[in-house]
């Protein structure tokens, strides 16, 4: 049996102080020790021992009875030996000053533990805390313990990971365990013994796992025939006290948890739901987060182009720029463009308006600064030879199609531009087209114009005939655009609309097209069939934004009652295979609805939150 520990102050140690010296000739005490020697090394026999042996920790150690016999067995290492009682400490220094055999495995401490970090501790082998343990005891300590969750977490924080507490105490299982202590020593006892269910629940809730908290062992102890027999002396004369049974419980053998799984048993359980499904969502985050960068890196690889290099008859198709090199100076590029005005910047370069000074054109030079994805080939090495090997796909395409198809913005000259602070950058001249792109010739229409729909239609329909007629040939040169949407639609004339910004122009059977994240981005699969679906949509969208009245057309779209609206409605249905009822859908719906159902359906890339379904968000996943 030892003194109390933590949470006791001076004067509950003043009364082991003054027992200290007399505490060993007491037979109870190292019967009570010897029961709980027993228990703790039957217990040790079912574990792995740890190399080197066990690092043990006994708070309350007493005298140390207990201390020596566990010191005793070859598995334990070293015991540090706490107690609060310095009179205790005092008697334990003198019994290892004078043990040659087992004295020198045990370090005794005079200390109120309270803090895992107390510097009075042993430092730690590596790191600058303090040592942590294998295994902590204490025995007939805790009914002293008013506060038994803060000892057991200053427990928790001086175990090792998948270390071990063996705990033992007296069990209470009924008023009569009172009768344990007589009355004259009832200061300092917090509890009249352990309760198995409440010490279980204590254990579990700071962090300990694998909890058994049950008898192991009974004890016969003189107890008080009547309160206040035993004066403020122990039993000792004949026929004096009685004699009564207690079992001692092992609320033991709780081994460490993560911190997660403390947190989780901590938690109140209203409390468990809504935290579980935080944490699935947070894992089905993360997979969706590794799944987007790992289609980010599958949209990097290259395009094929190499089929378009070569004309019919063998002969060179992919001209070398007239300079592969040219150099910015203040407002010029060269002797060749002089800077004229700014233009716009975005995810993979800027645009700025120049003057061609031999021409006397006014063009558009890119100046490109995102990774150029595709390889530079093989006929255009030696050109750029010590400049790149790479260069944008955008550039590629642009004079590769040039030179096979009309309907797309054609490439006038590329090189490499070295800037004033020696920086080197692909730059891409084309064709200033000064009626802008679909998206502002649709806003101008529709600030000045007072027609509907299907008047527009009728004036604007050869230039979607024109465009669809480009799509054909571009697929049947085994490519598709990728990035169709009315910005990208270049107004060379009313009825002349050319397909630009070919950045993400990429071959049929691109890795790219299956990927989760370019369904998300509101793509089918077919990228033929998406370019199609993606130029309708923009060709649609043009009729609203140019219209007099949008409510007229959002109910003639989704009623199909018009030509144009057919034509969608009938290419949508026979790419997916679904039959659409769609006139169903404006029934009870109101303008506002409307409008957004129609804004949602003509959108090429991405829809917005703001018009997300509950479809989309499980999409998103």
């Given at each position: 049996?030892?003194?109390?520990?933590?949470?006791?102050?001076?004067g509950?140690?003043?009364?082991?102080?003054?027992?200290?010296?007399?505490?060993?000739?007491?037979p109870?005490?190292?019967?009570?020790?010897?029961?709980?020697?027993?228990?703790?090394?039957?217990?040790?026999d079912?574990?792995?021992?740890?190399?080197?042996?066990?690092?043990?920790?006994?708070?309350?150690?007493?005298?140390?009875?207990?201390?020596?016999?566990?010191?005793?067995?070859?598995?334990?290492?070293?015991?540090?030996?706490?107690?609060?009682?310095?009179?205790?400490?005092?008697?334990?220094?003198?019994?290892?000053?004078?043990?040659?055999?087992?004295?020198?495995?045990?370090?005794?401490?005079?200390?109120?533990?309270e803090?895992?970090?107390?510097?009075?501790l042993?430092?730690?082998?590596?790191?600058?805390?303090?040592?942590?343990?294998?295994?902590?005891?204490?025995?007939?300590?805790?009914?002293?313990?008013?506060?038994?969750k803060?000892?057991?977490?200053?427990?928790?924080?001086?175990?090792?990971?998948?270390?071990?507490?063996?705990?033992?105490?007296?069990?209470?299982?009924?008023?009569?365990?009172?009768?344990?202590?007589?009355?004259?020593?009832?200061?300092?006892?917090?509890?009249?013994?352990?309760?198995?269910?409440?010490?279980?629940?204590?254990?579990?809730?700071?962090?300990f796992?694998?909890?058994?908290?049950?008898?192991?062992?009974?004890?016969?102890?003189?107890?008080?025939?009547?309160?206040?027999?035993?004066?403020?002396?122990?039993?000792?004369?004949?026929?004096?006290?009685?004699?009564?049974?207690?079992?001692?419980?092992?609320p033991a053998?709780?081994?460490?948890?993560?911190?997660?799984?403390?947190?989780?048993?901590?938690?109140?359980?209203?409390?468990?739901?809504?935290?579980?499904?935080?944490?699935?969502?947070?894992?089905?985050?993360?997979?969706?987060?590794?799944?987007?960068?790992?289609?980010q890196?599958?949209?990097?690889?290259?395009?094929?182009?190499?089929?378009?290099?070569?004309?019919?008859?063998?002969?060179?198709?992919?001209p070398?720029?007239?300079?592969?090199?040219?150099?910015?100076?203040?407002?010029?590029?060269?002797?060749?463009?002089?800077?004229l005005?700014?233009?716009?910047?975005?995810q993979?370069?800027?645009?700025?308006?120049?003057?061609?000074?031999?021409?006397?054109?006014?063009?558009?030079?890119?100046?490109?600064?995102?990774?150029?994805?595709?390889?530079?080939?093989?006929?255009?090495?030696?050109?750029?030879?010590?400049?790149?090997?790479?260069w944008?796909?955008?550039?590629?395409?642009?004079?590769?199609?040039?030179?096979?198809?009309?309907?797309?913005?054609?490439?006038?000259?590329?090189?490499?531009?070295?800037?004033?602070?020696?920086?080197?950058?692909?730059?891409?001249?084309?064709?200033?087209?000064?009626?802008?792109?679909?998206e502002?010739?649709?806003?101008?229409?529709?600030?000045?114009?007072?027609?509907?729909?299907?008047?527009?239609?009728?004036?604007?329909?050869?230039?979607?005939?024109?465009?669809?007629?480009?799509?054909?040939?571009?697929?049947?040169?085994?490519?598709?655009h990728?990035?169709?949407?009315?910005?990208?639609?270049?107004?060379?004339?009313?009825?002349?609309?050319?397909?630009?910004?070919?950045?993400?122009?990429?071959?049929?059977?691109?890795?790219?097209?299956?990927?989760?994240?370019?369904?998300?981005?509101?793509?089918?699969?077919?990228?033929?069939?998406?370019?199609?679906?993606?130029?309708?949509?923009?060709?649609?969208?043009?009729?609203?934004?140019?219209?007099?009245?949008?409510?007229?057309?959002?109910?003639?779209?989704?009623?199909?009652?018009?030509?144009?609206?057919?034509?969608?409605?009938?290419?949508?249905?026979?790419?997916?295979?679904?039959?659409?009822?769609?006139?169903?859908?404006?029934?009870?719906?109101?303008?506002?609805?409307?409008?957004?159902?129609?804004?949602?359906?003509?959108?090429?890339?991405?829809v917005?939150?703001?018009?997300?379904?509950?479809?989309?968000?499980?999409?998103?996943?």
């Amino acid at each position: 049996m030892a003194s109390a520990v933590a949470n006791l102050h001076s004067g509950n140690n003043a009364r082991f102080n003054a027992e200290a010296l007399s505490w060993d000739s007491r037979p109870f005490v190292h019967e009570a020790s010897a029961g709980a020697a027993r228990a703790i090394r039957a217990r040790l026999d079912k574990l792995q021992r740890p190399e080197g042996g066990y690092e043990v920790l006994e708070i309350g150690c007493g005298t140390g009875i207990l201390s020596f016999m566990l010191a005793r067995d070859e598995r334990v290492r070293r015991i540090v030996a706490v107690d609060a009682a310095e009179g205790m400490i005092n008697v334990l220094k003198t019994k290892v000053e004078k043990d040659k055999e087992v004295g020198e495995k045990i370090v005794p401490l005079a200390i109120l533990l309270e803090d895992a970090e107390d510097m009075a501790l042993p430092p730690a082998a590596t790191g600058n805390g303090r040592q942590k343990f294998d295994l902590i005891t204490s025995h007939l300590v805790l009914h002293h313990i008013p506060d038994l969750k803060c000892v057991l977490e200053t427990m928790y924080g001086c175990l090792a990971r998948g270390g071990f507490v063996m705990l033992t105490d007296f069990e209470n299982v009924s008023a009569e365990s009172q009768r344990f202590h007589p009355a004259s020593k009832m200061d300092g006892v917090a509890r009249h013994g352990i309760n198995a269910k409440e010490m279980t629940e204590l254990m579990e809730g700071v962090g300990f796992q694998d909890v058994d908290v049950r008898a192991h062992w009974t004890m016969d102890k003189t107890v008080e025939k009547y309160e206040g027999e035993f004066g403020r002396e122990d039993a000792g004369g004949t026929n004096v006290g009685e004699t009564m049974q207690f079992p001692f419980v092992f609320p033991a053998y709780g081994n460490t948890i993560g911190s997660w799984r403390r947190l989780w048993r901590r938690l109140p359980r209203w409390a468990h739901v809504p935290l579980f499904v935080t944490l699935l969502g947070a894992c089905i985050g993360l997979v969706r987060g590794i799944s987007d960068l790992h289609d980010q890196h599958v949209k990097q690889y290259p395009t094929d182009f190499s089929f378009l290099h070569f004309a019919a008859n063998e002969t060179l198709a992919l001209p070398p720029p007239e300079q592969p090199l040219r150099y910015a100076h203040a407002s010029h590029i060269d002797e060749k463009y002089t800077y004229l005005r700014h233009l716009g910047h975005g995810q993979e370069g800027s645009a700025a308006l120049y003057a061609d000074l031999k021409s006397g054109d006014v063009v558009v030079a890119k100046t490109f600064t995102s990774i150029a994805r595709n390889p530079l080939p093989a006929i255009l090495a030696e050109e750029f030879k010590g400049l790149a090997t790479t260069w944008p796909s955008e550039i590629e395409a642009g004079i590769s199609l040039s030179n096979h198809l009309s309907g797309f913005v054609p490439v006038y000259d590329y090189f490499v531009l070295q800037t004033e602070d020696l920086a080197h950058a692909w730059t891409m001249i084309s064709p200033f087209l000064s009626n802008g792109t679909l998206e502002s010739f649709a806003t101008r229409e529709g600030s000045t114009s007072h027609i509907s729909a299907t008047r527009l239609d009728e004036y604007y329909r050869p230039a979607l005939d024109r465009v669809l007629r480009s799509l054909h040939h571009l697929h049947r040169l085994r490519l598709c655009h990728d990035d169709i949407k009315p910005d990208n639609f270049f107004v060379k004339d009313a009825l002349d609309w050319l397909l630009g910004d070919l950045g993400n122009l990429r071959h049929i059977g691109h890795q790219w097209h299956n990927t989760r994240s370019w369904v998300r981005q509101n793509q089918w699969r077919d990228c033929r069939l998406n370019d199609i679906r993606r130029a309708l949509k923009s060709y649609l969208w043009f009729l609203r934004t140019a219209s007099v009245d949008t409510r007229t057309f959002d109910q003639a779209f989704w009623s199909r009652n018009e030509a144009w609206a057919e034509m969608y409605w009938h290419f949508d249905q026979s790419a997916t295979g679904i039959p659409t009822s769609h006139q169903k859908r404006i029934s009870g719906k109101d303008e506002v609805s409307l409008a957004a159902d129609t804004e949602r359906e003509l959108l090429c890339t991405g829809v917005p939150r703001r018009l997300w379904t509950w479809w989309d968000f499980l999409l998103w996943y």
